[in-house]
């Protein structure tokens, strides 16, 4: 394929786009993120460098109308109809030059700038090369010395730092250090010179505390783990804040060389992590079949494993990235003599997972051997397989890189800890592939006289509504020929709604005009379309919708929630900064509870937002809710320790200091099932573990409430003078154990009466499960 030879000088802001050659092939990939631009579509075709006739005979045959003038543009662009040698040839590079001169949206141009790099050179020595798909992009790019070191190239990371010192690019995106960087790509000498030479703490966390052994576990780099742990004596088994430690990253990135390492090393073979996760799971997670027969062949691998919410190894291999992942599921289904339609908590199947996280291969197989017929069945939640096919969205409760590693590669947007929102980098390559997964799926379905374009699950969701939601206009288009009805889901949201909360504008223009849409309907929560932008973390949205559609940022929700509490509450610092700098929005307005944008921040977790509230807007650090809750209450649910030791210790916050139920911030640990979090209020801030709020619930109530086995397990064997507290009863009469069983907690249930003998009281009314 040929590379652009002559870019003009307009085009050296984007010299690191990719300069590959497009064809017409390409033609909506490109007009999918542009659409938006139509009205401006002179201004791209001149900038295109479109010969003037050509723009007037355009104008003509399209009669004015700007979509159509926007395709024929594109078309003789891509075909070439212009003077190529002299300007370039097509490819993204001149794309965002043209978003950025014609369609003046700087914004969106540096977006696909992002979305379309240069393909990275492998430095000298090397045949490693870079996936742009890589889930953890954002982190290693984050800063110019993040980037050079996750690369490899040494030199540039020395000039770096005797030219602007440590300090100044020493915390990237969520607190990712350039060690991180190094340790994922997997240059030990560059990790040594950040070690030794710049003195470089090899034990320092980001915001969620996963350290450089975690991430060369992850990526199966051997000897810059045996280096870390041998040389800089780094613990093994220290975890990070989701309780997944070195042992579990190497199985969740598939790697039988450095799980058997650990076991060498004695580490913790029964560690689970926030979802009561096992080695077992995954192994099977990583796909590779290798690994489960290294584990099989120690005696380790336990095929009965499931996680809180009833997922066993079947559906954990459907939770595979990795194209070799059919051959797992066949090989554990006949080994084991497992069912192909065993369930989890919630009714689903392994079809529905592998639907879900768009496994083709694995579908087609089961589909194979249960027919088509299987496609419409529905889960406890009312969703079939279609309704999972078109859903590239997962809530995961944890920290933000062991979520970007556990969520769909395609997935625009992921809800981690606290439903907060992030943005991933999106794998456009699986999201073609579950674009043709879901068109085959339906032409499959439509067959069966069952079938029904317009079911929803018990939420109302609708196909619609699910496709607007997965951020591709192409995975929308795939049900135009169905006729589908545009409806309301039982809260009052629009696929309007829907597409602004993928952060998609290209999906937002497209379904406000294909269906005849209001851009500022607001649903029973009283929230607009807007709103959904801001938790989207889509800036570009935003601007979209105030600029495009009047959509009032000022607007207020039944909850007394403004769009600057919603960017905070996901911690959006670039959307918040936007409200607050250029849209002048109310920065003192509090929502019904009483709190403030840096309440939200904290519970965010975004170090750099509650930072930037507080110094540079003037927020009080202190700031009380309604019910006497601070930020530091908020921040303990967040799963970042660093934010919670800056509030105690900068701005002094109290440890110590209950909400209005007696509730203190070690409780709030608790309820996150934040291990190292509680090890810090105990070990450092002299909190006991024994303390009750004024329903005499304590840390176990709080803890088996939200079924976290792995921080009970913790707590009984490492603070063994508290096992008396699982048995004690709050006001109602209940022990920790009746939180587990009312919640369904069931390994949380089964460990507390086999293993912590707790009884069961004559006055505890919930039935054993």
Not at 60 to 84: A, F, I, M, P
Not at 403 to 421: F, G
Not at 435 to 440: D, E, L, P, Y
Not at 638 to 652: D, F
Request: proline share 4%; hydrophobic share 35%; net charge negative.
């Amino acid at each position: 394929m040929a590379t652009s030879r002559s870019p003009s000088s307009s085009s050296a802001p984007f010299i690191n786009v990719c300069n590959k050659e497009l064809s017409i092939e390409d033609f909506y990939d490109i007009y999918e993120k542009i659409e938006q631009l139509s009205a401006s579509w002179k201004q791209i075709a001149i900038s295109l460098r479109l010969k003037i006739n050509t723009i007037n005979k355009i104008e003509v045959d399209c009669r004015g109308n700007s979509v159509t003038c926007l395709q024929k543009v594109l078309e003789h662009w891509l075909r070439k109809d212009y003077d190529y040698e002299r300007y370039g040839i097509p490819c993204w590079r001149r794309v965002c030059v043209a978003v950025k001169e014609g369609g003046g949206d700087p914004a969106l141009a540096d977006e696909i700038a992002r979305e379309h790099p240069l393909p990275a050179m492998p430095p000298a020595g090397s045949t490693s090369s870079k996936d742009i798909c890589d889930p953890l992009w954002y982190e290693n790019t984050s800063t110019p010395l993040h980037e050079a070191a996750w690369r490899g190239l040494k030199d540039e990371v020395q000039w770096l730092l005797n030219k602007f010192g440590y300090s100044t690019y020493h915390r990237g995106l969520h607190g990712w250090t350039p060690l991180h960087s190094a340790s994922y790509g997997g240059h030990i000498e560059i990790l040594q010179l950040l070690i030794h030479q710049y003195g470089i703490d090899p034990n320092e966390g980001d915001d969620n505390s996963v350290s450089s052994i975690h991430m060369a576990s992850y990526k199966g780099h051997l000897s810059i783990v045996q280096y870390l742990v041998d040389t800089c004596d780094v613990p093994p088994d220290q975890p990070d804040n989701s309780n997944n430690t070195a042992f579990l990253y190497s199985a969740m990135g598939g790697h039988s060389d450095l799980v058997e390492f650990f076991i060498e090393r004695s580490c913790n073979i029964s560690q689970i992590n926030f979802n009561s996760t096992s080695l077992s799971l995954l192994a099977c997670l990583s796909g590779e079949l290798a690994l489960v027969h290294k584990l099989e062949s120690l005696n380790l691998f336990s095929p009965d494993d499931i996680t809180m919410s009833g997922a066993g190894i079947l559906h954990y291999t459907c939770y595979s990235m990795n194209n070799k992942s059919v051959e797992l599921f066949k090989y554990l289904l006949n080994r084991y003599q497992l069912s192909i339609d065993v369930k989890d908590k919630n009714n689903r199947t392994p079809l529905h997972y592998a639907s879900w996280y768009a496994s083709s291969s694995v579908v087609e197989y089961i589909v194979s051997i249960q027919g088509n017929e299987a496609l419409l069945v529905n889960d406890n939640d009312g969703w079939s397989c279609l309704h999972y096919t078109c859903h590239a969205g997962i809530q995961i409760p944890a920290g933000i890189v062991c979520s970007k590693l556990m969520a769909q590669s395609d997935a625009s947007v992921i809800e981690i800890i606290n439903n907060t929102r992030i943005k991933t980098n999106i794998d456009f390559i699986k999201r073609n592939e579950r674009v043709k997964m879901f068109s085959s799926l339906l032409k499959k379905a439509s067959t069966y006289p069952n079938f029904n374009i317009n079911a929803t699950t018990n939420d109302g969701m609708s196909l619609l509504h699910l496709t607007s939601w997965g951020g591709s206009t192409l995975l929308v288009k795939a049900l135009e020929e169905y006729n589908i009805n545009c409806t309301l889901d039982n809260d009052g949201m629009s696929p309007v709604h829907y597409a602004a909360c993928s952060g998609s504008t290209s999906v937002l223009s497209y379904i406000i005009s294909q269906y005849n849409l209001n851009a500022n309907d607001t649903d029973t929560n009283g929230r607009t379309p807007l709103v959904y932008s801001c938790w989207s973390g889509s800036i570009n949205s935003v601007k979209y919708l105030i600029n495009n559609h009047n959509s009032d940022p000022n607007i207020t929700s039944k909850y007394g929630m403004t769009c600057l509490h919603h960017s905070c509450c996901h911690g959006h610092i670039g959307i918040t900064q936007y409200l607050i700098e250029v849209q002048h929005c109310d920065i003192n307005k509090t929502d019904n509870e009483g709190r403030t944008l840096v309440h939200h921040a904290a519970l965010s977790g975004n170090f750099d937002l509650v930072e930037y509230l507080i110094t540079e807007q003037g927020f009080s650090p202190t700031a009380v809710t309604k019910n006497g809750l601070t930020a530091l209450h908020y921040a303990s649910l967040s799963l970042n320790l660093p934010l919670v030791k800056e509030l105690i210790t900068t701005y002094q916050l109290d440890p110590h200091q209950a909400d209005s139920n007696g509730k203190l911030p070690i409780h709030y640990a608790a309820e996150s099932g934040d291990i190292l979090l509680l090890e810090l209020y105990v070990k450092d801030y002299k909190c006991s573990l024994s303390l009750t709020d004024k329903d005499r619930w304590n840390i176990f109530h709080y803890s088996s409430f939200k079924g976290h086995l792995h921080f009970i397990k913790h707590v009984t064997s490492h603070h063994s003078h508290s096992i008396s507290l699982l048995h004690s009863i709050d006001k109602k009469g209940h022990m920790p154990l009746h939180s587990a069983r009312q919640n369904e907690h069931t390994q949380l249930v089964k460990f507390l009466i086999e293993d912590m003998k707790c009884e069961t009281k004559e006055n505890d009314d919930c039935m054993l499960l």
